[in-house]
């Protein structure tokens, strides 16, 4: 951008410059180590997108749109009676598309219409930002609109428009989950020019002692990230509760919530966006298209798989882990608002908690992994063995007695501090997994393909919940469908060889970059 304005005092145009040439020359300059002033702007960056979406699009949005459905919706028991949401674990339905359905089920369908929603918008764009300084400025322009979104919510001055918390829902999840793709990418990219795996060259050391020292600053870049992004769910939750609080747990308390994280997310994202440093990529082919270039680009990765099997495998394994890990707290919250009759405040309170504990989590399994020079992999398989024993207790008790098994209020408070304990380990270390397997040059496009092996398999969690629960009238039978699979996806990831697929990726970013430098100096 510097570049740009000290050319336009000379009244160039920018078809009498060679702009690729220019950025081709700046991305072969010496490799800049990482700045303090850089990590904290990028957890900073991180920790405030993340209050959106942990606070108002995981919870604040679904209880939005359950209440306004509610308050829309009819008796269970007989259509002609208006939903009487006085009473204790009232039953109502609302019509939807000329089929009843109860409100709990509607924001699970909604979620799944995000995830689709979401995996198209990213394939569509991530890919690009790769190239050049894009990766900061499509980070901004998205916070941008994820601010705007969250506003979007003042239209829903009645009940009956919740049709248009429907439609926001997914738009604010697809901008949230974009920002995502973009921030994560720096994690890899961090690893490399971290002062300690620099040193580390520049010794002459190994390259198994390298990748060890790479591993593990890149596991403590991501603990950390991962705990102050908990910090700052923590104060957006504050103010929500608030909020909550002085407006009586309203509609419109609600919306109120649900824009302020809007406004935090984008404020926070404009402070510290002149210290997040671009990283900039290869610069971007001329006169291509963005959302063409993307999928065909997208295409080519996805059928080199022979070149990247490791990856792949890791990719399917992360498919089937997701959506069983995202499974698990969406039926919880449903049961925990539905049945044990938690209100606005209860929910935001259990939601902190969730929070608090992740981070204190993050941090225990954080020096857990060092005291005993743990790796990546073990750690994942650490968390999903405490996953599995959630899910025992879910399962099984409910076969024995119906006065346990996510019957008590006391169960909704134990099975959040438990699973707020482990659950930001399993994110953090499955993203440190693929950063260890990603090719240097497409961080974007793999974590575009990380979030879409996320989203585009999430939408089946809701969407199968909601049938079993339309079946069988009882959400707790629909904790079977993650430990499926869980249990799949741990038999998958357990092949993946983290070793060969280091190997994999330096090799296919060495002849991509090969062929690059091949093709750039045939035509300039």
Not at 140 to 150: E, R, T
Not at 170 to 185: A, E, K, R
Not at 364 to 376: A, E, M, S, V, Y
Request: aromatic share 14%; charged share 15%; proline share 3%.
């Amino acid at each position: 951008m510097a570049s740009t304005h000290r050319l336009s005092h000379h009244n160039y145009s920018l078809s009498e410059l060679d702009l690729t040439s220019h950025e081709e020359k700046q991305h072969k300059l010496n490799v800049v180590p990482l700045k303090r002033s850089e990590v904290w702007a990028w957890y900073i960056q991180n920790a405030t997108y993340c209050g959106y979406g942990w606070v108002g699009g995981f919870l604040m949005i679904p209880l939005l749109i359950q209440d306004a459905a509610s308050r829309n919706g009819v008796e269970a028991s007989n259509h002609a009676l208006p939903c009487n949401m006085t009473v204790q674990n009232f039953k109502c339905v609302t019509l939807v598309l000329g089929h009843y359905l109860e409100p709990g089920t509607i924001s699970l369908y909604i979620s799944s219409i995000s995830s689709v929603l979401s995996f198209f918008c990213s394939l569509s764009i991530s890919t690009v930002a790769d190239h050049g300084s894009y990766r900061k400025s499509l980070l901004i322009v998205f916070s941008i609109l994820g601010c705007i979104n969250a506003l979007g919510f003042f239209l829903l001055q009645s009940q009956k428009l919740f049709w248009v918390a429907a439609i926001l829902s997914p738009l604010g999840w697809t901008f949230f989950n974009i920002c995502g793709v973009f921030t994560h990418s720096y994690l890899p990219i961090y690893g490399r020019v971290h002062q300690d795996v620099l040193a580390a060259k520049a010794r002459g050391e190994s390259q198994s002692t390298v990748r060890k020292i790479e591993e593990q600053v890149v596991n403590d870049l991501s603990a950390y990230s991962v705990g102050i992004a908990n910090v700052g769910s923590v104060i957006v939750h504050a103010v929500s509760i608030g909020i909550s609080l002085a407006m009586k747990e309203s509609m419109l308390g609600l919306e109120i919530a649900i824009a302020f994280a809007g406004v935090w997310w984008l404020m926070w994202m404009l402070i510290v966006a002149p210290w997040l440093d671009a990283r900039p990529g290869l610069p971007m082919p001329k006169g291509k298209n963005w959302i063409a270039y993307s999928w065909k680009k997208t295409y080519n990765t996805v059928t080199s798989f022979r070149q990247l099997p490791e990856i792949f495998k890791f990719m399917i394994a992360w498919f089937i882990l997701s959506d069983g890990a995202n499974t698990i707290p969406a039926i919880l919250f449903v049961i925990i608002y539905r049945e044990l009759s938690f209100n606005h405040t209860h929910s935001l309170i259990i939601s902190v908690l969730l929070a608090i504990m992740a981070c204190l989590g993050a941090y225990f399994f954080l020096g857990i992994r060092k005291l005993w020079k743990l790796t990546t992999k073990f750690m994942i398989m650490l968390t999903l063995f405490l996953y599995a024993l959630l899910l025992s207790y879910l399962i099984i008790v409910p076969y024995f007695t119906k006065s346990l098994g996510l019957r008590q209020t006391w169960e909704g408070w134990a099975c959040t501090v438990y699973m707020g304990f482990i659950i930001s380990t399993f994110y953090s270390s499955m993203r440190v997994m693929l950063s260890e397997l990603c090719p240097e040059g497409d961080e974007n496009e793999w974590f575009s393909l990380y979030l879409l092996a996320d989203k585009g398999s999430s939408w089946m969690g809701p969407f199968v919940t909601g049938a079993i629960y339309t079946w069988t009238g009882d959400y707790r039978k629909a904790f079977w469908f993650p430990v499926a699979l869980m249990a799949v996806g741990v038999l998958i990831l357990s092949t993946v060889d983290m070793d060969k697929g280091k190997d994999e990726a330096r090799n296919f970013a060495a002849d991509k970059k090969a062929r690059y430098e091949a093709e750039y100096q045939t035509k300039y």
